[in-house]
């Protein structure tokens, strides 16, 4: 049918369309990057059921604290939620954690705990449970930090 003899019915039809074509265009990169994060934290969930509780012995199994598990990235907010860190002894949080990684790089921290991979949607550095002490060997500062 020419241009000319559109109807308006025709013309409506045509703008609805292009509006549908339109929205569906550009929420396209939405939905992908969308559907990329879900998956991301889906295989997260999978990942961690079972260890999100800390655990002291699991989180010192030698076997679960390193790939592909990671137990202490999926424990560490709990730990850090549920269990006071501040204030305690130096040789309570060795005795809670196990021995502290040697220093990698974080030379204002006292004591470091290597989690796991960074929880990201790209994941390229490491977390670390960094831990300071006061001058009476108390814990002044707990945080995680990436490296």
């Known amino acids: ?3 000319a003899a559109r109807t308006p ?3 409506r039809r045509l703008l609805i369309a292009l ?3 339109g929205l569906l265009v550009t929420s396209f990169p939405f939905l992908v990057v969308g559907g990329l994060l879900a998956q991301t934290n889906w295989k997260q969930w999978q990942h961690c059921r ?3 509780q800390f655990n002291p012995t699991l ?3 030698p076997k679960l604290s390193t790939e592909p598990t990671y137990v202490r990235l999926c424990m560490v907010d709990d730990l850090l939620a549920k269990y006071l860190l501040l204030g ?3 040789a309570g ?4 954690l196990g021995p ?10 006292d004591m470091v705990y290597v989690l796991g991979p960074e929880r990201s949607f790209i994941s390229i550095d490491y977390e670390w449970l960094v831990i300071k002490l006061d001058g009476a060997g108390h814990v002044s500062d707990a945080a995680i930090a990436t490296d």
């Open 1 to 3: 049918m020419p241009p």
């Open 9 to 11: 019915k025709s013309k």
């Open 19 to 21: 509006a549908i074509g």
């Open 50 to 52: 079972g260890y999100t």
């Open 59 to 61: 989180w010192n199994d």
């Open 88 to 90: 305690r002894p130096q």
């Open 93 to 96: 949080v060795v005795e809670l």
């Open 100 to 109: 502290p990684h040697p220093q990698n790089g974080f030379a204002d921290y």
